[in-house]
């Protein structure tokens, strides 16, 4: 631990003065330091974002689009619309579906490497971690032109199936599936950068202690790594869940538009129908999809983390 | 802490990595094609493109801008989020679900529904000032980008530390700098990166506040590809992976942490 | 950020000197350090306006114009979000949406009597006074140069097309001329009447899905793939984002059936209360001016809205110009109030083919 040498001065310079404690105490212990803490950031987020979205949501309400010009007065019919009609609930189905899914895949891909950067030694985690960034810095638009050219019909992905085999490879170019690869691909990092910090904090001495003891690798990445790593796991998911099912411009390029997702529909409607009070209806649905579950999934996460740790322990 | 990882995990770290790297090769190969228009594989070869872009003064304006940009958002999202995410992890705060609700909801709420509703709110103050406005945007969206790698590492915080210390003798700013600051910085430095990578590569709230005067990169890049979908396009992309490894670089040298070090 | 828009651009900015007409330096002197925002469109139009129209026009206003590159739709966008105190003077956009702009009361009547240059504009540019095209271009068929396009659009629903067609998505608004020919098909009626009769012609655009390859809403990158040879035919798109590609020797170009092929209008309007109104006149109508016209409509491959502007014959293989080619070649402007009021319902029925 870095951090008890880096006091060692302070430890051994006053070992009997019991005020700074009180006073570290008193610092850290009322409600009010956290109040002033969290403050600026609350309001911050208050003014310039809470208050025009409501306003952006509130128009839902307020106002409804009549032959494309927008008309105000209170309405529930932008509700109505979204709930009777049968398209938007599958298209809420499939963004749940595509958000989950790349959640989960993501999290199978990212233990691996969130293990190799906490665990590898410097140059393997600097090579891992530079690599998985990368994707985030080449814009969406050449990225996904990058994966139609492996996974269109005459693509890299189909010369590597057929070389092994496989006489009619299946095109992913234009289906659910592309979206999914880009989503894993770019959302990847959300997931394992807090991974590797809390495996990171995990101490291997109990690693070594269980190996010692002749646990498997297996059995001790079960019973220690992934229980310990849990709240790691849990800012990876909701992060990635939330990503991905706001997710809009890959559904456009790489599904060729035969997938949308909650998120291309909203852009539908307020780019190209200029019907905001319809897209602010939609968003109001994701909103409240991927909020609802984000709660439910952190609480029974909390939950489950408290019993593991203290078992670990 | 000594290195343990199995051969198996590295050959499998390998192949995902492989898979990673894929799609980012193409345009680097498609960025040398002697062509009007992309072709895979490339036909010829020739840096012109890259000549091209680095002689634009429009893309050169744009790029200096973006930088300037992610670089001022990041430093006030760390002001306001570091504290925030203490307060956060080290408090009980009656409230604190709502608040955390309301941190993460700029990850929810569609971009473009938060980049027409921020146009609409500096219209109503009468705000001219396209450049605040844009600093405003961005750290509305990277904020919570911070707030969730900062919380993470400060939740692992070992209390005990800081209160032996603190019997100890040592003053607050010293247990702060000395005991809590080395354990957080990992997770201050992900977040700082995530920050200015999301600044850097919006295009759906620049959409609606940038103006000719401020346009930042990914917005260019848009305009770019509208004229036309040739080779330069790829080069600027391979500019911008080029610049993503010197930035770590930078990052390493300035901080002193090593990427290394954001897990240990 | 000075750096982006005061640059020079060296024998760019020569050539616009020479564009711009002789005016009297001290008659615009009213104009002198007056600033205003325009809402212009991206790609080669963009670029023109950018790097050649808006330099000559500074340095004869002594003014300054920042121009943002967006499109139609967004500019719509951004003209509504700052209704109450508008940003911007001056906004491009295609004609579908000045109906709309009109009804929500984002636009100004265009004060005939300071834009003397709309004295050669034909009348069915002019939008009632609500607005000026700019330029016209021509949305058919974009296929690769080894294909031989089919002369009617009604070959495109064969089975011989399967997989091979790329098909404008609902995002953009030639997908609303698709509309209208699946109805010309289905009814045997001219693109006039067909276009009441869209919301009967769904089953007809089903049928196409399975030749569909995917729906496009990057023109440039569709035209790109079609060069590739990804796919062999793209509908329906503007001349304007194909030609540049042809010109270049890229692999593909435009083709036009016999049903008839479609104008797609670039216009210009006066935002409502915009600042410094006077500059934003006298900048539209700059935009109008003879020299203007003509050094635009080459560069970008459009026609000019305006009568009387030379081209070479090299060029005009390109445009649909005077207005008597245009009615040759059967260039058809939809009714874009009845569209308007109907294209929420057709796109919610595209979605509910295309997308489930």
């Not at chain 1, 289906?175 to 959300?190: D, G, K, S």
């Not at chain 2, 990914?218 to 992309?237: G, H, K, M």
């Not at chain 3, 140069?145 to 089919?150: D, G, H, R, S």
């Not at chain 3, 919301?199 to 399975?210: L, R």
Request: glycine share 8%; hydrophobic share 50%; charged share 15%.
């Amino acid at each position: 631990m870095p951090g008890l040498e880096a006091v060692n001065p302070a430890l051994t310079a006053a070992p009997d003065d019991t005020g700074m404690a009180r006073l570290w105490a008193a610092i850290t212990g009322g409600r009010l330091t956290g109040y002033l803490l969290v403050a600026p950031t609350v309001l911050f987020l208050a003014v310039w974002f809470l208050w025009p979205v409501l306003s952006m949501v509130t128009l839902s309400l307020t106002s409804r689009s009549v032959d494309g010009v927008m008309v105000e007065g209170f309405t529930l019919e932008n509700y109505v619309r979204l709930f009777s009609t049968d398209l938007y609930f599958r298209i809420l189905i499939r963004t749940i579906r595509i958000a989950v899914l790349t959640s989960l895949i993501g999290a199978l891909f990212a233990y691996p490497l969130a293990i190799a950067i906490a665990r590898g030694g410097p140059t393997m985690a600097r090579v891992v971690t530079i690599t998985i960034i990368a994707p985030l810095l080449v814009n969406v638009v050449v990225r996904s032109y990058g994966w139609q050219t492996i996974l269109n019909k005459t693509g890299a992905l189909a010369y590597l199936l057929k070389s092994v085999g496989v006489a009619s490879p299946p095109v992913l170019l234009y289906t659910e599936w592309a979206v999914l690869i880009a989503c894993v691909h770019v959302y990847l990092p959300f997931m394992v950068m807090p991974l590797a910090s809390a495996i990171g904090r995990i101490d291997g001495s109990v690693e070594e202690a269980a190996r010692v003891a002749g646990a498997s690798r297996l059995s001790c990445f079960l019973r220690i790594v992934l229980p310990l790593s849990l709240p790691g796991l849990a800012v990876g998911v909701s992060l990635v869940f939330s990503l991905s099912a706001a997710a809009y411009v890959t559904p456009q390029i790489l599904g060729g538009n035969f997938s949308p997702l909650l998120g291309t529909l909203i852009e539908q409607q307020i780019l190209t129908l200029n019907d905001w009070p319809f897209g602010a209806a939609i968003s109001t649905l994701l909103i409240a999809m991927v909020l609802i579950t984000n709660l439910v999934f952190l609480k029974i996460v909390n939950r489950r983390f408290a019993r593991w740790a203290g078992g670990a322990r | 802490m000594t290195a343990t990882v199995s051969p198996w995990l590295k050959a499998i770290v390998g192949v995902i990595l492989l898979i990673v790297v894929a799609p980012l090769v193409v345009p680097l190969l498609m960025s040398i094609s002697d062509t009007a228009y992309i072709v895979f594989p490339p036909r010829g070869f020739t840096l012109k493109w890259y000549g091209e872009v680095l002689a634009n003064p429009e893309a050169r304006g744009s790029f200096l801008f973006s930088l300037e940009l992610a670089a001022i958002v990041t430093a006030i999202s760390l002001a306001l989020g570091i504290p925030c995410a203490a307060g956060l992890t080290r408090y009980r705060l009656p409230g604190q679900d709502a608040i955390l609700g309301l941190i993460l909801s700029p990850l929810i709420v569609p971009l473009i529904v938060t980049g027409v509703a921020l146009l609409q709110l500096f219209s109503l103050l009468g705000s001219r000032a396209t450049f605040a406005q844009l600093i405003i945007g961005h750290t509305v969206i990277c904020l919570p980008y911070v707030i969730r790698s900062v919380s993470a590492s400060f939740v692992l915080v070992d209390r005990n530390l800081e209160d032996a210390a603190a019997i100890m003798g040592a003053p607050p700013h010293v247990v702060a700098t000395r005991v809590i600051w080395p354990q957080v910085r990992p997770g201050i430095l992900a977040g700082a990166i995530f920050s200015f990578i999301v600044s850097f590569d919006d295009y759906p709230i620049s959409m609606w506040l940038a103006d000719g005067d401020h346009f930042p990169v990914p917005l260019y890049l848009y305009t770019v590809i509208e004229r036309s979908f040739d080779p330069s396009i790829a080069a600027i992309s391979s500019l911008m992976i080029l610049f993503a490894l010197l930035l770590v670089l930078v990052i390493e040298k300035v901080f002193g942490i090593s990427l290394a070090r954001l897990a240990s | 950020m000075t750096v982006m828009t005061r640059r020079t651009f060296g024998k760019l900015t020569l050539g616009a000197a020479g564009l711009a007409a002789p005016l009297v330096y001290s008659r615009n002197s009213w104009a002198a350090g007056k600033q205003i925002q325009i809402g212009i469109w991206g790609g080669s139009q963009g670029e023109f306006v950018k790097k050649r129209i808006i330099p000559a026009f500074e340095k004869d206003f002594d003014c300054r114009i920042v121009a943002e590159e967006g499109f139609t739709l967004a500019n719509v966008g951004k003209m509504r979000a700052t209704k109450d105190n508008p940003k911007f003077s001056v906004m491009f956009i295609d004609d579908v949406a000045i109906p709309i702009c009109k009804q929500e009361g984002l636009i100004a009547e265009l004060p005939k009597s300071d834009m003397p240059a709309l004295a050669n504009l034909y009348p069915r540019f002019g939008f009632d006074g609500w607005g000026s095209a700019l330029a016209i271009s021509v949305a058919g068929l974009f296929h690769n140069t080894e294909v031989t396009p089919p002369d009617s659009y009604a070959a495109l629903w064969g089975p011989e097309y399967a997989g091979k067609l790329k098909l404008v998505s609902p995002k953009n608004t030639p997908s609303v001329f698709f509309l209208i020919v699946a109805a010309a098909l289905k009814t045997g009626k001219p693109f006039a009447e067909a276009q009441y009769q869209i919301d009967g012609a769904f089953d007809k655009v089903a049928e196409i899905k399975a030749n569909v390859q995917n729906l496009f809403d990057n023109g440039p990158q569709a035209a790109n793939e079609v060069a590739q040879g990804q796919a062999d035919i793209g509908l329906l798109e503007l001349s304007k984002y194909v030609y540049p590609y042809t010109a270049k020797g890229a692999p593909v170009t435009m083709s036009f059936p016999k049903e008839g092929s479609f104008a797609g209008n670039n216009c210009q309007v006066l935002v409502k209360n915009g600042p410094n109104q006077d500059l934003a006149v006298a900048f539209m109508n700059r935009m109008l001016e003879p020299a203007v016209q003509k050094a635009f409509s080459e560069y970008a491959f459009t026609a000019p809205p305006v009568s009387g502007i030379e081209f070479s014959n090299e060029t005009l293989k390109y445009l649909a110009y005077p207005v008597e080619e245009m009615d040759k070649r059967g260039l058809f402007t939809p009714d874009w109030e009845f569209i308007n009021a109907n294209r929420s319902a057709w796109t919610e029925k595209m979605n509910g083919i295309f997308a489930v």
